[in-house]
């Protein structure tokens, strides 16, 4: 599902975030990756994304190569992916269901398929009650569902979630990381970065990936 060989990544301004990352995830693993502030664990699930492209080395996700001249497969890889990013959470002015239903708007549903989809997948966030508010009345724990439920409901083999506990308190972090590892499953593999070591350390069968100055300095758990 994730083949990483010798990747490196350097953004434009000379910063090297990821430095030979080597990292092999197959289907429905739950990982999760921690390390200190700066470490590149956003840059590791921008590479995923194919937000960003290595400078060096090979990263291969669901099967795609992830490099600038195949921009248009990647786009195509996307739809498989569901993403819970900060920095594109929920949009302002537009209700929880609106917001779900923007996940699935290319996908060439009908209004009414696109309704029901969105509502079932507020309702596996445990936020259907609330479909019809306007997300800037929503805690931000909500809007963290919102988001979580507009990443699912294109049934994505890959799920990336970064920092998705950030702002919250411990039980809202603790029912966010439970909500996000029980949408593994054969298919399904979760990617969560986290820097909450102390929520995530009695989880069984997951892998764990510690990163340190773009580098991976300690791997371990999974399912085999
Ligand atoms: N677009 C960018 N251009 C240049 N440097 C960047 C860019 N994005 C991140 N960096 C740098 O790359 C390094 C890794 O950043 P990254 O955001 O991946 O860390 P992180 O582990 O996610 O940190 P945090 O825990 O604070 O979210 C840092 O030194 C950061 O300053
Ligand atoms: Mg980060």
Known sequence: MIRIKGATLTYKDGTTALKDINLNIGAGELVYI???SGSGKTSLLKLLMGVEYPSEGEVLVLGQKIAKEEKRR???LRRNIGPVFQDF?????????ENVMMGVRFLGFSPKKMKSES???LEKVGLKHKYSSLVENL???ECQRVAIA????????LILADEPTGNLDLDNAVSILELLSSLRDDKTSVLITTHATHLIDNQKDAVFIRINGGRITMEQGGRA
């Open 89 to 97: 959470r929920v949009i302002k002015g537009r209700t929880a269901l």
């Open 119 to 121: 509502l079932n997948a």
């Open 150 to 157: 507009r990443a699912i409901i294109r049934k994505p083999a």
């Open 34 to 36: 921690t390390g200190p």
């Open 74 to 76: 990647i786009r195509r």
């Open 139 to 141: 805690s931000w724990g």
